[in-house]
């Protein structure tokens, strides 16, 4: 039983565009979410995250939205570079239970040039 | 590199074995979490400690398994008698928790990639 879905396993975007990643989950209780990156050979990396407080966080060309009443959260990446490509994980936990994560499955996205 | 670093990095080992891998967590962090990944998964978490206190584990974690945090500083993660199954990538991550934050980042190691044949 996943609690945190991400139904696309690989994402495609030229270069200059807008990336757009997505994520469902399922629990209620999770009031706090964040996504990593994560490059081959190498642990995942904090990118942002965002508290069940807000519905929009940015930091850069980086900007999650979370939409409470649908369960969902997106990352948007403009303009997407080919640095960007990796493997993005979304990530969510409830705050008085050891904020210990639950992880999605990941979306690889590929930045062409 | 005061990152969270993790021994050995890859591990091959015959089923039934004992393995042992080693965490060293950044040096001011509080919480020391251990996770383990699967081809096409994400982390799942297995355990985590707040110094030296154990204070949570997942179902994942079987009776071959056991973690230490001694002195509150590095970790170390034990499986007993290894199962193919148990092949996977083993995560460790750190973060330090309070200072009027209730939420907190967890900073990863390069993870240490276990082969059970």
């Known amino acids: 039983d996943q609690q945190v879905k991400q139904n696309s396993p690989s994402l495609s975007v030229q270069e200059g565009r807008i990336s757009i990643l997505n994520c469902d989950y399922t629990n209620s209780m999770f009031d706090y979410f964040l996504w990593y990156k994560k490059y081959p050979a190498e642990g995942p990396t904090f990118l942002i995250s965002?508290?069940?407080?807000?519905d929009k966080n940015e930091d850069g060309r980086f900007t999650v939205f979370l939409n409470k009443s649908a369960k969902h959260l997106s990352l948007h990446i403009v303009p997407s570079q080919p640095g960007d490509s990796a493997v993005y994980f979304c990530a969510a936990s409830v705050q008085n239970y050891g904020q210990n994560f639950v992880f999605g499955p990941g979306t690889r996205l590929s930045v062409l040039p | 590199d005061t990152g969270v670093s993790q021994n050995p990095r890859h591990k091959i080992t015959k089923r039934g074995q004992n393995v042992t891998f080693r965490c060293d967590p950044i040096s001011e962090h509080n919480r020391l979490y251990w996770y383990r990944q699967t081809l096409g998964q994400g982390p799942e978490f297995l355990t985590y400690f707040q110094n030296e206190a154990q204070l949570e584990k997942s179902r994942l974690l079987s009776d071959r398994f056991s973690a230490e945090r001694p002195k509150g500083s590095f970790s170390t993660l034990e499986i007993q008698r290894t199962e193919q199954g148990d092949s996977a990538m083993y995560l460790c991550?750190?973060?330090?928790?309070?200072?009027?934050?209730?939420?907190?980042?967890?900073?990863f190691g390069p993870g240490t990639r276990l082969t059970v044949l």
């Open positions: 965002i508290s069940s407080i807000k």
């Open positions: 991550a750190s973060s330090l928790v309070g200072g009027g934050s209730s939420y907190n980042e967890q900073f």
